[in-house]
């Protein structure tokens, strides 16, 4: 059917899948390898060989994404899996993300650089809390589109009316997520139905199956490319008579176009240049854009290293050492106030202390709780901070690059929190915003 | 102006952010490389995070020995070309040593690369070991970080990842501890190749067909080599082959290929059935072989 992707212009989508357990999301994986012909005949017969120690009979398409030896004894998949596939015009990144233990911290290292987000509900049970909170960590990292799959159809007569109540019930509390685009996909990951061909089972269902919707989905306008920012990563210094004077700030560009002859100005310190070239291996170019990985040589030698933010004058973002944020929080021992933690935000690792916990996100009720004493493993809630030096940073929801961190255990150097810096308030001192659902 | 990246852009920048990662947070860093594509691969991808700069790491090659030697000569010139500097430790002088020990009948010596290796790091007190590993290799490799912390014994413990979240790399480590960083973790064997494609890279002449007497064992053919002893029943043959990935010369299975141009094998990829790994031997043992060789420090 496809072979693999042989266009060099051809994009690349990253997706993540979540669901319960059992709701067949690694049958799902399976099946879109499958059905794309990435599954080598060596793959099969290693599966073919297992499924006969198991005695499982035929070969199970989970065991394509459960790798290691306690999934494989245990059936369950302990940590996010990356997986591969092309069509034609588009190249995949699949971050298949376990749904029992430890979800939501695996969750959100899958999906935050997603593109897109697939959620797996069971069309027997139909949405659940587990739903929800997919839903709302999908919309907490912004992930611009969502495709809700609602599997396991053939089990419930390829129902349209089970099929509507479940789009129904889920868009009703999708009214108060951030998601621009959702598209809802009846199928049955164990039988093909609606992944890669339309279903004859289910002619009432006019849309796209899984694999056209995931091929046709537009992302061109995904990037962000009106904030320019440029977190210096590394520089380059040759030390070498031919490039005396070169001096190359290194590094991905996070947001924007930065273009030859722009002004632009260092953070923090808020000294002005201009840049005179974009160096890279094959040549200067005239513009880079966001998420390109260039050097940029500016007209004066400022003092510039890793961690500051080269913007334009007119353009800039906010710098200061408070501000609040939604977190999740990823370690089994609880967060305690004014507990102090390293900070790695943009290419900056510096300290913070955590000032106050505002409140803890309630997934039954879809509301913060207030007073929040503390945060336990993948609880999300938030906090204020202060940081030891001025980090330049963008609302999380303009930037996912400027905006977001992660906490470190100084002690045990594990990652304890993932973090996404909240716009700032501009109403008067003393008045707290209204909490918004996110 | 379109402002979008083809996919192979996209990996290329983000594998350049990796690099540039490892430069700017280790002390003492180090990239192995083997003279194979992926490494090639990685050369190609340094000299675009540092040049005009040089490297800001050595280049390191555990040596098993058991060699094409058409791949030393490789990794010597292109060292050499790009006036980088070259670390070769040796698994011969590691047994000799004591360090590596062959169990009776071994004949790969792909495992003994292992301790060969972390002596080596110890030897250098390298705090991070840049490696061309993809996740599209093999289960367990698909669920390994892009930054995988190594214990004071150089073992990965799956169960106990940091989440990688974001372009976020928690990069610190504690004494006696070392990190190995997979700037191609994203890459398909595809992807490897349309690169070497498009940046006309040189590659060791193996990979192209090549007239080889080989022999046929457990499925796959097997270069003749003085490393290699007949078994009754066992028929030498002369074939068009080629190699897809290389390891010990023992244990790595050529391909039947007429393909002598990078176009060509990316059309015979483009259409393979089975995977690259499928021509390894030291893969084929178990079904969690990778994962146990993981867990003892191995690439």
Known sequence: ?????????????????????DDGKSTLIGRLLYDTKLIFEDTLEALQRSADITGEGSINLANLTDGLRAEREQGITIDVAYRYFATPNRKFIVADTPGHIQYTRNMITGASTANLSIILVDARQGVVEQTRRHAYIASMLRIPHLVVCINKMDLVGFSEEVFKRIREDFEQFATRLHIRDIAFIPVSALLGDNIVEHSKNMPWYPGAPLLRHLEEVYIGADLDLSDPRFPVQYVVRPRDDRYHDFRGLAGQIAGGVFKVGDAVKALPSGKTSRIVAIHTYDGPVEQAFNPMSVQLLLADDLDISRGDMLVRPDNLPYVGTDFEARICWMSEEALMPNRKYAIRHTTRMT????????????????????????????????????????????????????GSFILIDEATNATVAAGMIQEPPKSVPGTDEAEYII | ???????????????????????????????????GKDSICMLRLAEKAFRPAKFPFPLMHIDTGHNFPELIDFRDRRAAQLGEKLIVRTVEDAIAKGIARPTPGESSRNRLQTPTLLAAIEEFKFDCAIG???????????KERIFSLRDAFGQWDPKNQRPEIWNLFNTRINPGEHMRAFPLSNWTELDVWQYIDREKLEIPSIYFSHRRQVVRRDGQWLPVSDLITLKPGEEIRELDVRVRTIGDISCTGCVESPAT???????????????????????????????????????
Not at chain 2, 132 to 142: H, L, N, P, S, T
């Open chain 1, 1 to 21: 059917m496809f072979t693999h992707a042989l266009n060099e212009k051809s994009e690349l989508l990253r997706f993540s899948t979540s669901g319960s357990v």
């Open chain 2, 132 to 142: 061309g590993a993809r996740r599209d290799e093999e289960k367990a490799r698909a």
């Open chain 1, 351 to 402: 300290r913070c202390i955590v000032r106050e916990i505002k409140s803890r996100f309630d997934f039954g009720t879809l509301l913060p709780q207030r007073p929040a004493p503390q945060l336990a493993l993948n609880d999300i809630g938030r906090i204020a901070l202060k940081t030891m030096v001025p980090l330049c940073f963008d609302p999380y929801e303009r930037n996912r690059y400027t």
């Open chain 2, 1 to 35: 102006m379109n402002y979008r990246l083809s996919h192979i852009d996209a990996l290329e920048a983000e594998s350049i952010y990796i690099l540039r990662e490892v430069a700017a947070e280790f002390q003492r860093p180090v990239l192995l490389f083997s003279g």
């Open chain 2, 261 to 299: 141009t990078v176009q060509d094998i990316i059309a015979e990829i483009a259409a393979a059935k089975v995977t690259e790994r499928g021509s390894r031997a030291d893969d084929k043992r178990s079904e969690t072989s990778m994962e146990d060789r993981k867990r003892e420090g191995y690439f």
